[in-house]
């Protein structure tokens, strides 16, 4: 079982909805990352927060906001998305910052934008 | 060209067989390097890091030859449950991640 746990794990909502996905992991990593994962590629990264401080922002559209609360759980606000956005978002936590250590992924939240 | 490119896939291959996975990069300041076994509609799970040393576990040897810019993966004997996608990940000392397309591969009995 993984031990970074995703919230929920299937969503579906409109254009003109506002929703969040949440993450939450208890192991005390101080880096936490958002993948965007679309079928047959492979997880893009999105934002990483490394000591609950974004660092890292790959050009991601401002209909998706992050957000740390604290060291554990790590938001994705999401807000007139449109039906590419569709995916599987990922957060993934890792000990240190960057990937740069062996990081957890989470099960994932399966997003459809209808 | 792509900052990480893996052999294109699929592998298809028979139970016991020893198969082999290339990964290059191609920013020289890379720093660490992975590699991930995604399932199937599943979230990629750690298979192994690669240390410039190589390293083994099990049935399964990765190296990483900085000359080249590449990574591999070697897996011997294999079992009907290493059926997955392989995804090489290849981390920047600026902090950036970024994943290979991803080599599928198929056991078969």
């Known amino acids: 079982d993984t031990e970074v746990t995703q919230t929920p794990k299937h969503l579906v909502m409109g254009m003109t909805n506002k929703k969040s996905l949440k993450c939450e992991q208890h192991m005390g990593h101080r880096a936490m990352y958002w993948y965007k994962q679309k079928a047959k590629k492979p997880p893009e990264l999105m934002f990483v927060y490394s000591y609950e401080k974004l660092s890292i922002n790959e050009s991601v559209p401002s209909r998706f906001s992050p957000e740390c609360p604290n060291s554990s759980l790590l938001n994705l606000h999401l807000h007139a998305l449109q039906p590419e956005d569709s995916a599987l978002y990922l957060c993934?936590?890792?000990?240190?910052?960057?990937?740069?250590?062996?990081?957890?992924f989470g099960q994932g939240t399966r997003l459809t934008v209808v | 060209r792509k900052e990480v490119e893996q052999d294109p896939g699929p592998f298809n291959v028979p139970e016991g067989a020893t198969v082999a996975f290339n990964c290059t990069y191609s920013n020289s300041a890379s720093q660490s390097f992975f590699w991930y076994r995604q399932d199937c509609r599943k979230e990629p799970k750690l298979l192994m890091s690669v240390y410039s040393s190589g390293n083994e576990d099990g049935r399964f040897t990765a190296q990483l030859n900085r000359a080249s810019q590449y990574i591999s993966l070697l897996i011997r004997d294999s079992k009907l449950s290493d059926s997955a996608t392989y995804l090489c990940?290849?981390?920047?000392?600026?902090?950036?991640?970024?994943f290979g397309d991803g080599t599928t591969l198929t056991v078969k009995p």
């Open positions: 990940v290849v981390t920047t000392n600026a902090g950036k991640s970024t």
């Open positions: 993934a936590s890792s000990q240190q910052g960057h990937l740069n250590t062996e990081a957890f």
